[in-house]
């Protein structure tokens, strides 16, 4: 039997299916599924033989190994992301949306990390070195010893990382590296994979530190950095609203750190500004009470955030009411909206609901649930919360409240604010913060019932 050739790559997430089609059952990502020549041609019909290999050497669990020695960039917020600093041998990946500012972040990480004694070398692939060099005059960074060079032949890249033999490479961006071994045109799922193969196995082999960057595109014609995430050590995302200042970098993988961790940065003028005290800054503009915006005292990484959440109910002029959410995710809203409805019987038919977190935040905690429903409900009855109180619990389809994990940090932060009163459910450990009025509730009822009156 002829085996086909051919097979059909998403470029979303890298699913290999043998047929096309128009959205990726595995992503769910439209328009993304291309026709791809295969890396190799697979293993051979034949099986290994008989001839034998080398015996590998086995050890146990109590082989004590050194912990590698980490670099600092002196950036806590990179370096805390990173899980401490930078590791040798190490390959990572930082994924984002195209103008978030990775290269910017990267280039300034570059001139940091070479300041910190490390031979730097910087391979920009999207921008001439001209233009590489201006930006780093925009940054005030001319002085520090990064050596440039803008190439996208992976073969004279790696011919000349074999020879200068830097301790960290960053490679901007892997989807313009280009691998002449393989038919297919740079960006393409193969293209970028190989050179990413080619890359991190090299990066292993020599103790060199490698920086992948990849940009998350909408489009099929180019492949995500989620085709590469699986052959790094670590994966940080780079996001952030376009009009707003704020750039969040998050770890969504570690092998050498807690995933999750957030690192928080402001964009400014003169680059990326490192923000130690991210809850100032996403509640720096709030005044008096309003209808509908609510404080949730959250948990990014190991660090508790204060966040505002903004939400709008209106009569809806269309028959099918608009459910919009901006920085949290809309399944999870339907859910509140459906509990409130059912359980609290509230309804919110012929209302349009917009959500909105402050400050260009992405929250993905359950946690934010009850300050959720305390918007929804604070901008449906038009009566503000207390400008002083945080809000923040689960709530489960039976309308009960669950306790969330630390609920210890998240009172402290909201002392720190000047905050004075937090809702909170019933359950996990009683305990008291000085300065702080605690309200545990046990079910959403009892919360509408306690805050807004009887619904
Ligand atoms: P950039 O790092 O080029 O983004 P990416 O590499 O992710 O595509 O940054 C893009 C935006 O950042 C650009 O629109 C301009 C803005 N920017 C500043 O606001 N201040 C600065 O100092 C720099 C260098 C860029
Ligand atoms: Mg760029």
Known sequence: MAKSKTQFTCTACGNVTTKWAGRCEACGEWNSIVEEAPLSSGPSAATLGTARGRRIELTDLRTEETPPPRTVSGVAELDRVLGGGLVPASAILVGGDPGIGKSTLLLQAAARFARMGLKTIYVSGEEASAQVRMR??????????????????????????????????????????????????????????????????????????????????????????????????????????????????????????????????????????????????????????TPGSVVFAGIEGTRPVLIELQALVAPSPHSQPRRTVVGWDGGRLAMILAVLEARCGIPFAGLDVYLNVAGGMKISEPAADLAVAAALLSAREDAALPADTVVFGEISLSGALRAVGQTENRLKEAQKLGFSSAIAPKGGKSLTVDGIKLNRITDLASFVGETFGAG
């Open 136 to 289: 780093a005059q925009r940054l005030g960074l001319t002085q520090s010893p990064v050596q440039l060079a803008a190439e996208t032949n992976l073969r004279d890249i790696l011919t000349t990382l074999d020879e200068e033999r830097p301790q960290l490479a960053i490679i901007n961006s892997i989807q313009t590296m280009w691998s002449d071994s393989i038919g297919s045109a740079p960006g393409s799922v193969s293209q970028v994979r190989a050179a990413a193969h080619e890359l991190t196995a090299f990066a292993k082999r020599k103790g060199m530190a490698v920086i992948l960057v990849g940009h998350v595109t909408k489009e099929g014609q180019i492949a995500g950095p989620r085709v590469v995430e699986h052959m790094v050590d670590t994966v940080l995302y780079f996001e952030g609203e376009r009009g707003h200042q704020f750039r969040v970098l998050r770890a969504v993988k570690n092998r050498f750190g807690p995933a999750d961790e957030i690192g928080v940065f402001e964009m400014t003028g003169k680059g990326l500004a490192e923000v130690t005290n991210p809850s100032a800054l996403f509640l720096s503009d709030r005044g008096q009470p």
